[in-house]
């Protein structure tokens, strides 16, 4: 398989046409059909774009088309599509915000929970 048709495998996953694609890239319309190779610059515009691809999946066909999350904030960052929405939106930011605000407030009542537990623990140890 190709690079392209990967690109092509990852366009089709997420359920985007390739008009999407390439409008929100800024790359051309015909990219995935002209002959030429996909460049560095290709490559640096798509991975900024949707940056749950994997693009080592991209380029060599080895390991998994998502890159896995390491940021619990990332899905709260992502759109549907996982496209980064545009900071330059004043009503995406305050979205942001609250949707942050609301991660954040999930995590600290997790650890909480996990706090009071350990305590617990530690007093039936104690005992």
Not at 12 to 26: A, M, R
Not at 65 to 79: A, C, E, G
Not at 96 to 102: A, Q, T, V
Not at 104 to 113: F, M, N, P, R, S
Request: glycine share 6%; no cysteine.
């Amino acid at each position: 398989m190709t690079t392209k048709e990967r690109i092509l495998q990852y366009i089709d996953y997420k359920g985007i046409s390739q008009y999407d694609f390439s409008k929100k890239t800024g790359l051309s319309n015909g990219f995935l059909k002209a002959g030429s190779n996909v460049t560095s610059e290709n490559l640096k515009l798509i991975s900024t774009t949707f940056v749950d691809l994997n693009l080592d999946w991209v380029i060599t066909g080895e390991g998994e088309m998502i890159r896995p999350v390491k940021d619990p904030l990332l899905p709260y960052l992502l759109s549907g599509d996982g496209q980064m929405p545009s900071v330059k939106d004043e009503f995406f930011l305050y979205y942001l915000n609250e949707e942050m605000i609301k991660a954040l407030q999930k995590i600290v009542a997790t650890q909480e929970e996990l706090i009071q537990a350990l305590n617990e623990q530690i007093k039936l140890l104690k005992a």
